[in-house]
């Protein structure tokens, strides 16, 4: 996390800003950043959940599948930045029964957020393989990009990285020297939309997909929609979190929620929304 203090208030800032640029332009971000190229964004529905049974954990998947009828999950791996027993029993039975209850129609992700050593990590992700799994996500520390790059050399089911890292040089090292095979700076912990989309302008050199990760709830959902609207490389699936109803956002050209696994994005002016005025006069004044 060594870049959030400066990068988040800096993308909270470009986002506000690049919003009152459209308003202005009276164009969607999307437009702003090189041109709209897709207004149909499939997502992908992700669990946040560790500790829990197999079973418990498909419950809560298929809840979240028939919500938003998201034809592509993601779920959790290890203890979180380490493994134990449980953890490895979890794993090792929540991947074939994910499988099973979903079907092949089913895109499916998994996410270690650097839980595993190397054997362990190729011992899961030849698992994942034999199921079909979309990608496995950060199966060793963030940072440690040599064991990373061996992972993603040893594995056929891709790895994906980028979510923590804040500097453009090292995703430079990420791309030039395929040490993840799908590229993913998250908004937020990133530094914004220009910084990302940079990022996947050297994937799509390298003929690499550049997926974002999304931190935030509140407008992050829509944050990643309008990236993927103008990036050629963004994947099949983006990350959508849902929409948080207490922030009270309306939009002329878009439900602002999944339907059939798919978001559509704004077309109005900026990020394409608008906020009750009456929440916005509410907000108290820090002096």
């Given at each position: 996390w060594q870049g959030l203090p400066f990068w988040v208030p800096t993308a909270s800032v470009e986002f506000a800003v690049l919003d009152l640029l459209g308003q202005v332009a009276k164009k969607p971000i999307g437009e702003l950043l090189g041109g709209v190229?897709?207004?149909?964004?499939?997502?992908?529905?992700?669990?946040?959940?560790?500790?829990?049974?197999?079973?418990?954990?498909?419950?809560?998947?298929?809840?979240?599948?028939?919500?938003?009828?998201?034809?592509?999950?993601?779920?959790?791996?290890?203890?979180?930045m380490r493994y134990d027993d449980a953890s490895t029993r979890r794993d090792l039975?929540?991947?074939?029964?994910?499988?099973?209850?979903?079907?092949d129609g089913m895109a499916i992700h998994a996410d270690a957020n650097g839980s595993y050593d190397i054997p362990m990590a190729l011992r899961i992700g030849k698992i994942m393989q034999e199921h079909g799994l979309a990608f496995m996500e950060e199966p060793t520390a963030f940072d440690c990009y040599d064991e990373t790059k061996e992972i993603a050399d040893a594995l056929p089911i891709p790895v994906a990285g980028g979510e923590q890292e804040s500097s453009l040089r090292r995703f430079r090292?990420?791309?030039?020297?395929?040490g993840v095979d799908v590229v993913q700076p998250d908004l937020f912990y990133f530094g914004g939309f220009i910084r990302s989309i940079r990022v996947a302008r050297m994937a799509a050199a390298a003929g690499m997909p550049c997926t974002p990760h999304m931190s935030d709830g509140g407008l992050g959902y829509l944050y990643?929609?309008?990236?993927?609207?103008?990036?050629?490389?963004?994947?099949?699936?983006?990350?959508?979190?849902?929409?948080?109803?207490?922030?009270?956002?309306?939009?002329?050209s878009s439900p602002l929620k999944s339907v059939n696994g798919m978001l559509t994005v704004p077309t109005g002016p900026g990020l394409g929304v608008t906020i009750d005025p009456a929440f916005v006069k509410s907000a108290a004044t820090l002096t």
């Open positions: 190229r897709q207004r149909e964004i499939a997502v992908y529905r992700a669990s946040g959940q560790r500790g829990n049974s197999p079973e418990e954990e498909l419950a809560y998947l298929q809840k979240l599948v028939s919500e938003t009828g998201a034809k592509a999950i993601k779920f959790r791996l290890g203890a979180r039975a929540l991947i074939p029964m994910t499988r099973k209850v979903f079907g090292w990420m791309i030039e020297h395929r990643v929609a309008h990236y993927a609207s103008c990036v050629p490389n963004a994947g099949p699936f983006q990350e959508y979190k849902g929409r948080d109803e207490s922030l009270p956002v309306s939009s002329e």
